[in-house]
């Protein structure tokens, strides 16, 4: 779909939508009710401050600023209002509007209402539109005309005067009231709000950004909340025309940060145009100052006409974007500064200045709104686009994620191989090395014995029969039972029991419950078996014995716990002062310190003789 095709035909008929909107009723005076009196004209009392009273008639709407500008004073309005023909029951009521500063409004002689004290400057009439009712026994009978008088005072600079008088009945004025209030004070309530809500927000995400166009937009916001709360503040905060000083210099900053923003937005930032905006903001505001203090309202007036210009001259940045660029932020910045630069040259030549026949009601505020409602879309838009940013860096980090754990799995499962290699190779050297050093040397001792010129057969047999052992231990150290020393020791026993039974040795296999261990190696379990197997190769030999008692303990309570395995025979054992000795017995220390292991050769019993072999072997839980 072609969207800038679409967009800018769309933006034009919303563009002089806007326009029709800036410049429609209710601001003219065709939308009087039926049945009511429009009154144009008033018999003035004018008294100006330092100059002599003036007794004329005035045109309605009459703008004192206009006419003694950067005077206050005091004015006196008389009106005469048409007899009118009241239906029984029907009540009247007057409608008036730039009624200022402070009024007393008299129907027929009576005082029917009172805004303010006259000459207290701490309350504004001219911030509202005023519904008045007139009793029925106010007015005159007999198809008399009826008599208003409207006594003012007001200060310089303030707007003060008489834009409009409605005379009629209550019924049809009512629903116009409650029109001009929402157009008028409920309007700016809203847009103060807004411009508060969104100024906030942008603060905040300045505050975390630190994002040029989110801090302007803050400045112009806020600022812009003092401009709408003074058009509906009747009681101002502060003294005037302090209170005055500081809503327009509010209102500089609000036009010329809002003029900062469009190029931010726009992301063009010619340094001689910014340089120039924030000049015009400078020397406005210093205007601003000088008019309220020295009571000179043209230098207002010429800063907010710097305003206009500026304002105006970011215009073609903003065109080029949307008609060039064709970028769609451009065409609504583009219909959105078009109003509020009509809507700014409205303010400033019919409402302040008084050209093409003046107006009352001012527009910027109006138009300005949009502008709130564009930093909303930009909100949207970004977090929008920020949100589909971060799903698109998770599929790229989630895509990388995965092609990292495919090379991590190929890395572990090379290693994995290399592992499983280097173990087999491992294995082969230990197997190799193990029938070397038992199979090997049995079988070398074998030869030397069976080299001799008359070879002992019993020496031959008992060789062969430790080659055969050794042959047994090194295949029994290839099964998985690397963490169960009762089956390591079971298997010991079965390979020895026939041994024993040739000898008539009787066998006391004493082993307790021993919990599963951690997996230890091969390699002990081996060393483990020699131990055991020299010490029953011993007893056959050398002990004379007719009973071995085999006890296997676990001893947990111990630090570190530990296997304790004791062997004891019945034979002839150590002699008095005889000390274990011999290439066995240092081969069972040696073996028993390759694992870690205490080994212990004692006579069993002083007066019974006997020999006892203890082997503590500290061993782990799993």
Known sequence: MNRPALFFPSLRAVLLLLLWLAFAPPFAHAATPPGTTDVRSAEA???PDGLPLQVRQVALPFRWDHEFPGRGGKASYRIVLPADAVREGEAQALLMSGLGNQVTVWFNGALVANYGVLGDPTYDAAKANHLVPLAAALRRGNGQTQELHIHATLQRQRGGGLASVLYGPEASLAPLHRSQQN????????????????GGLAAGLWLRQRDALYGCFALAALSGVARNLDRVLTEAPLPWPLWGAVVAVCYACHIGLIARFVLLVLDRNPPWLVRSIYGALALSVTLACASFAFARPVLWTTGLAILQVTSTICLPYVVHGALVARRRIAGVLMAAGTLAILAGAHDLLLVRM????????????HAIFFFVMILAGLVVERYSRTVADYRSLNANLAARVAEREEQLRGAFETVRKQQEEQAVLLERQRIMREIHDGVGSQLVGLLNVVNQPAPDRDVVEEHVKLALDEMRMAVDSLQPMHDDLTTVLATLRYRLQ??????GIELVWDVALIPTLAPFAAQAALQLQRILLEAFTNVLKHAAATRIVMHVGWHGEQTPPLVRIVLTDNGRGLQANERPGGHGLANMRSRAQAIGARLQIERADAQAGGTRVSLDWPCALP
Do not use: H, K, Q
């Open 354 to 365: 008084g050209l093409f026949g003046g107006a009352y009601y001012t527009l910027t505020s």
């Open 498 to 503: 026939p041994r024993l039974d040739a000898a």
């Open 183 to 198: 157009w008028r004070n409920t309007s700016a309530i809203v847009y103060a709000v807004s411009l508060l809500l969104m």
């Open 45 to 47: 009392s004018l008294e």
